[in-house]
C-alpha cells in the first residue's frame, strides 16, 4: 500500500511540473511545441474545443492503442500518468507569469522536460505523443527516434497553419530546447547514478 501511495506521490509531482510548464510559462505566450498539452491548445484556438477534453481524448485514445497494440506492461506504466495529466493540466490555471517571451520558452521548455524526464526516471508517462511512435516502430520497423521527429513536425506545422510562421519557428526551437534538456538530465543522472555505485563498491 505504502509503495503505490509513493508511486501516485512521483507521479504526481512529474505531471505537476509539466502541468506548470504549460500553464505558466508556454501556453500564455501561445508557445505550443510540448505533445498533447500543445495540440489541445492549437485545436482550443483553431476550433474553441476546450484543451483538456481534447488532451482526455487524445490520452484516452493512446491508452486503447497501447492495450491493443503494444504490451501490457506499457500499458500499466503509462497508464496512471495519461490519466493524472489531463486532471492536472485543467486544475491549474493558466496564468502568464512571466511577461518575457524569451525567459518563457526557455524556462518554460526545460521544466517541461524535466517533468518528462522525472516521469521516465520512475518509468512512467504522461501518455499522448510518446505512444505512436512506439507503435510505428514495432509495425513498420521506423525507428522510434524517427517517429517523434515526425510527430514533433506535425506539431510544428499546425503551429504555421493555426497560429502563425513566427510561432512554428519559436515552436521549433523549444523542441530543439525540450530534446537537449532530457539528454542533459539523463547524462547528469546517469552520472551520479554511476558516482553512488562508485562509492558504494570502494566502501564494501
Same mark, same amino acid.
Given at each position: 500500500?505504502?509503495?503505490?501511495? !509513493? ?43 476546450? #484543451? ?6 487524445? /490520452? ?10 503494444? =504490451?501490457?506492461?506499457?500499458? #500499466? +506504466? ?11 493540466? #485543467? ?32 518509468? #512512467? ?12 516502430? +514495432? ?15 506535425? $506539431? ?21 530546447? $525540450? ?14 547514478? /554511476? ?6 563498491? !570502494?566502501? =564494501?
Amino acid at each position: 500500500m505504502i509503495k503505490q501511495i !509513493v508511486y501516485l506521490i512521483r507521479i504526481s509531482i512529474g505531471v505537476t511540473i509539466i502541468s506548470l510548464a504549460l500553464n505558466f510559462f508556454l501556453l500564455p505566450h501561445n508557445i505550443a511545441s510540448a505533445g498533447v498539452g500543445a495540440i489541445g491548445h492549437l485545436l482550443e484556438v483553431h476550433f474553441t474545443f476546450n #484543451s483538456s477534453y481534447t488532451v482526455w481524448l487524445i /490520452n484516452l485514445l493512446m491508452l486503447l492503442l497501447t492495450y491493443l497494440l503494444l =504490451d501490457k506492461q506499457l500499458f #500499466s +506504466k503509462i497508464f496512471l500518468g495519461s490519466l493524472l495529466f489531463p486532471v492536472y493540466l #485543467s486544475f491549474i490555471p493558466t496564468n502568464q507569469l512571466l511577461l518575457s517571451y524569451t525567459a518563457s520558452l526557455i524556462i518554460g521548455s526545460s521544466l517541461f522536460s524535466l517533468g518528462v524526464f522525472y516521469l521516465y526516471k520512475f518509468n #512512467s508517462s504522461n501518455g499522448g505523443v510518446t505512444i505512436p511512435p512506439i507503435i510505428i516502430e +514495432k509495425y513498420f520497423k521506423i525507428p522510434s527516434h524517427l517517429g517523434l521527429l515526425l510527430t514533433n513536425l506535425i $506539431i510544428v506545422f499546425l503551429n504555421f497553419y493555426i497560429l502563425s510562421p513566427i510561432d512554428g519557428l519559436f515552436a521549433t526551437l523549444s523542441i530543439l530546447i $525540450i530534446t537537449f534538456s532530457i539528454q542533459l538530465f539523463t547524462t547528469i543522472d546517469n552520472r551520479l547514478v /554511476n558516482k553512488k555505485v562508485s562509492k558504494n563498491y !570502494v566502501k =564494501d
